[in-house]
């Protein structure tokens, strides 16, 4: 079982940053890969960002990629996201994942992640 709590989310303007962390509990979390999505109204839950149970792997959806980064702090049980150069289309609620399996690949569709936290509200005003 692990628990997900996201926080860091808020109101930027456009150009500017944000790191969302999310905080993990449960003895598996060193042991599956963590990813990032996020939820506009209307819209399907979609793929942000991704890093291996080991942190040497990380893939992004080509929307983010240049802008933001992913990592993990295994010892503390932490996930962030940095997000850089904020647009007005990156508002959504982001959440955090953790995959179904433990030592897998990197996955990234939203069938492969079993735990969620309960989001976080990013809103970019331009």
């Known amino acids: 079982q692990v628990q997900l709590v996201e926080s860091g989310g808020g109101l930027v303007q456009a150009g500017g940053s944000l790191r969302l962390s999310c905080a993990a509990s449960?003895?598996?979390?060193?042991?599956?890969?963590m990813g990032w999505f996020r939820q506009s109204p209307g819209k399907a839950r979609e793929f942000v960002a991704v890093?291996?149970?080991?942190?040497?792997?990380?893939y992004y959806a080509d929307s983010v990629k240049g802008r933001f980064t992913i990592s993990r702090d295994s010892a503390n049980n932490t996930v962030y996201l940095q997000m850089n150069s904020l647009e007005p289309e990156d508002t959504a609620v982001y959440y955090c994942?953790?995959?179904?399996?433990?030592?897998?690949?990197?996955?990234?569709?939203?069938?492969?992640?079993?735990?969620w936290g309960q989001g976080t509200q990013v809103t970019v005003s331009s």
């Open positions: 890093i291996s149970w080991g942190g040497g792997r990380t």
């Open positions: 449960g003895r598996t979390f060193s042991q599956r890969a």
């Open positions: 994942a953790a995959d179904k399996d433990v030592y897998g690949l990197v996955p990234q569709r939203v069938s492969q992640f079993l735990y």
